[in-house]
Structures are given as C-alpha cells and as structure tokens.
C-alpha cells in the first residue's frame, strides 16, 4: 500500500518525482489554486500560461502534466482539475482530483500533493480527503497478473501531502484515519475483484476470519450442518445448486463506552448466475462483483476496529454461490426462514433478498437499536438511479442519516420510498409472500421483502449498490475499474454518528 506522511519542507527544496497542484475551471477560463504558489514562482511564474498552452481547462478528471526543466527539484507537476466552484471547492472534488492525479502518475514513486491546500488552511475533513483520493487513485490488483507492471505503470508507491504545519496532532490524526480507510476500501476492492474460482462462501469466510482476528473482532463461521440446524433454509436454498457449500459469517466487536449496539449485513453472493432462473451470458462476469455488500461489511468491521469506535457492532453475513445444478433450488420451491416465516420462490435470480432474510432475522436477534444492510440487490436500482448512486430505504429518520453520512463521505446515495402497493405485489397464494413481485418498482420490492424480517422497534435501512460498488465503465477520480469499496465511507461516517448521538 502506498504509504501516506506529511511535510511543511518548502517546496522548492523537495525531490519528489512528482509534484499535484490544483486548476480551478472558472467562466474566465482556468486559474491556479492555492498551494500552487511556491512551483509558479520556480517556473517564474509562467505556470498558469503554461498549462494553458498545453489545454488545460481545470475541469474534473483532468490531469496535465508538464515538465519543469530543472527549475525545480521535482521534475514533473501534474495539474490536476478541480471543476468550477462559486465558494470553496468540495472536499470530495478535491478527493477526486487527487484519485484522478494518482492514476495519471504511473512510474513516480513519490508524489508531492498541494492539493490540501486549495482552500487555504486546510480542515481535518480535507486532508483527510486528499489523502484518501491520492492512495485510493493509486490502487492496483495485480494478484493475477504473472508478470510485473512496466515501470512507467507502477502506481505512486508514497504520497506526501504539503501542509503547513506537518507536526500539527490534527493533520495527522487527518492523516492517519486516512490510511486506515483506505486500508478498509482497499480489503473491500480485492475481495470484489478476486476471482470467483478463488472467491467462494468457504474461502470468502475464511479471509473474513483472517482479517477480522488481525482486527482483534471476534469471529464465527456457520457452516452448512450449522446452517441446517439453525434454519437458515433461505441461505442453504439458494446455495443448494453450487458445490461449494454456504456460510454465514458473524464477527462481533464491542469498543471502550459502546451505548449503542448496531447490526451490520451485506449480501454476499460470490456468483450470481441466476441459478435456474438463468442470466444470459452477456456480462455475467460482472456477477462476481454481488458480494461488494458482504465485502463492505466485513471491511467495515476492520475499520471500525482499527479506529476503536465506541459502539458495539455485531455483522451478519451470508454467504452462498447461486448456481444451476441438479440440487439446484427452483421456481415454485418454498423456503422456510431463520424466523419461522415461509416465501414461495418465483424466480430464482432474487437469490439476494432470500438469503438476507435468514441473516436479517438472525441479526435481529440480538436486539440492536439500529440494522443496516447492504447489498446489490437489484438490476432496478441501476436503471432508477445509475451507475453510481445507491439507493437507499428504510425508517425515515435512520434513512436520513445515511444519506446525511453519504453527504459527509462523498459517495452517491439518494432516498427511495417503500409504498405499500409495492408490498401487496409479493403477495403469494400458497405462502407467506414471494421472492418477487411485476417488475414495477423493483428496487422498492427488493427493500419491502427485506422489511418483512425486521423486528418491530428496530430502525433500519437498506443501501442497494447494484450500480455503485463496482466500476465496468472507465476509471474516474479515485475509482478504477472493477470493486469500488462503496458503501464502507458511508458507513463509517454513519457508525460515527451513531456512536456519538446514539
Ligand atoms: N445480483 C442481482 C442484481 C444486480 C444486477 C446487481 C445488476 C448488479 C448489477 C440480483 O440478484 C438480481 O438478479 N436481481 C434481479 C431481481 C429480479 C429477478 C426481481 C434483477 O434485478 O433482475
Ligand atoms: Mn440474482
Ligand atoms: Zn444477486
């Protein structure tokens, strides 16, 4: 992992390989932002005419680098775009330039970022974000790649923010919980992005035991007898059709002052084929990606580990692979539930809902004061809302702090209703509902099913990611390709909330 440190050295006198300045985009064309100063200066202060001659516009996403021929120790500044702003530019456009300077550095191992200082003195709240988008834009997963990446592809392998003061006990406190989010995003994205023949409920849990002992959370694995007797029959329904048995993982942890006690769960399907209710095959490699709830989850949990959070948090995570195969479950099969509650199955490809039920109910049993869950639970959400806005439901209050903490975090999410008619349309007539509903409203269907398991008195909320938690478009800011780390930011700022406010 990149590593992350502070300097207040003139930056006149720093060799690094690169040095980021931010270029604001205004009506009258592009302008250097603070922070900037000090390599203007060294280039006579032709740098804005410079940058100009080369196109730049200040606009997000956009990186131009030149090279400073000797006036300055650094040989290379990357102009990174930061957008028009009427007022201070936002913490998260100024996350994403450093995301989108990181992946533009390929083969400079140390990157100087001035990016902390475009408002002036910065805050925590941005230092932290620059630190998060420089180490987040220089992610990379190479596990499966048998040769080494060229030199001039390496990502920064170390990232020094310019501040004012790099002693200051708040900069680095910015600093580190920037490393130890990172460190979650980055578990969260290789989890997402390993490949589903090494990626199965088994070997899924087993990782999520590895890092949540190195956590110091306590860890428990429900295997497929455990399963059987604690009837789960909606986790071992849909695992049923794989060989590679299901798993439901549970990890525990309980801070210094804890007050309130949260249940976290996350859909962790490490394939969705469809089951018999098959896919067709274009983009089915995508469905190795609908675990990014489960995965988020059992990130989350390292984080908040990591930051000793003084809350008590217990995650329930259910792991299965939905496959067509002769012990397949089927259209027309009804599961009985952890809760006693039975649904007829009308489509074996809403495999999702099915086995957040078993994990919902389970995790209502400890009597959280809050619940929230995770999970690419429908296509629907991607056609409401797109690519990168998850959508979010449940009680009204708890609603609105997520999307009161994906404010704070910078990760898109937007509030949905659960209307009832949406209900009445999983009405079954031979059980107590079904797996699903007519397609209108799907996402909305998704989010009343889940409902159905949760205890009276517990507020909780749903986050459909089908779209955000993973990338099959081009790279942007500081998301690449493949497993994004979305919703663990959000999460983190909300479990903070909830700490501190009950
Ligand atoms: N995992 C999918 C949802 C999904 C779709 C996630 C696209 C990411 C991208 C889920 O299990 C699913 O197949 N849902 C069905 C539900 C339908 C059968 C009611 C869907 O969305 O088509
Ligand atoms: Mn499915
Ligand atoms: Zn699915």
Same mark, same amino acid.
Do not use: K, R, V, Y
């Given at each position: 992992m990149t590593a992350l440190t502070l300097t207040d050295a003139d930056l006149a006198d720093l060799a690094a390989d690169a040095v980021v300045i931010g270029v604001l985009n205004g009506a009258a064309g592009p302008s250097l932002a603070p922070g900037s100063e000090a390599v203007d200066a060294a280039l006579g202060g032709g740098l804005l005419a410079a940058l100009g001659a080369l196109g730049?516009?200040?606009?997000? +996403?956009e990186v131009v680098k030149l090279a400073t021929l000797g006036a300055l120790k650094t040989p290379v500044v990357a102009a990174a775009g930061l957008g028009q702003h009427t007022g201070a530019v936002t913490d998260e456009a100024v996350r994403r330039a450093a995301g989108a300077a990181s992946r533009a550095l390929g083969g400079r191992a140390t990157v100087v970022s001035t990016l902390a200082l475009v408002n002036g003195e910065p805050t925590a709240d941005l230092l932290q974000a620059v630190g998060e988008g420089s180490l987040l834009g220089a992610y990379e997963f190479s596990v499966y790649k048998s040769k080494a990446a060229p030199a001039h592809r390496r990502p920064p392998s170390a990232v020094r923010l310019a501040v004012p003061s790099a002693k200051d006990r708040g900069a680095k406190t910015a600093a580190k919980r920037a490393s130890a989010v990172v460190d979650a995003v980055t578990l969260c994205r290789d989890l997402i992005n390993t490949a589903p023949n090494d990626l199965y409920p088994a070997s899924f849990a087993a990782r999520a035991d590895r890092a949540g002992a190195a956590a110091g959370l306590t860890v428990e694995v429900l295997d497929e007898k455990a399963l059987k007797k604690g009837g789960y029959g909606g986790i071992l329904g849909v695992g049923m059709g794989s060989s590679r048995p299901p798993r439901l993982v549970r990890m525990s942890y309980k801070g210094r002052g804890a007050k309130t006690r949260l249940a976290l769960v996350g859909k962790g399907?490490?394939? +969705?084929?469809?089951?018999?209710?098959i896919k067709p095959a274009a983009s089915m490699e995508n469905m190795k990606s609908d675990m990014s709830g489960a995965a988020a989850i059992v990130s989350t949990m390292t984080l908040i580990a990591a930051l000793k959070l003084p809350i008590e948090v217990v995650a329930t995570v259910p792991m299965a692979e939905n496959m067509p195969g002769g012990a397949a479950y089927r259209p027309a099969d009804v599961l009985k539930f952890r809760n006693g509650t039975m649904a007829e199955i009308?489509?074996? +490809?809403?495999e999702g809902r099915v086995v957040l039920a078993d994990a919902i109910a389970r995790a209502c049993e400890d009597s959280p004061a809050y619940l929230v869950e995770t999970s690419t639970l429908t296509g629907a959400q991607v056609v409401a809302l797109g690519l990168r806005t998850a959508g979010v439901m449940g009680s009204d209050d708890l609603r609105e702090r997520v999307l009161a903490a994906g404010r704070r975090s910078g990760e898109g999410m937007w509030g949905m209703p659960l209307p009832p008619e949406v209900r009445t349309g999983l009405d079954s007539t031979v059980a107590d509902f079904a797996n699903v509903g007519d397609r209108s409203g799907g996402m909305l269907a998704g989010g009343h099913f889940l409902s159905e398991f949760v205890t009276d008195g517990i507020q909780w909320a749903h986050i459909d990611i089908a779209g955000p938690a993973y990338n099959t478009g081009s790279p942007w800011g500081y998301t690449h390709k493949g497993g994004t780390g979305v919703p663990v930011r959000t999460l983190l700022e909300l479990i903070e909330d909830i700490a501190e406010n009950g």
């Open positions: 730049a516009t200040g606009a997000e +996403d399907i490490t394939f +969705d084929t469809g089951g018999i209710s009308l489509n074996t +490809d809403a």
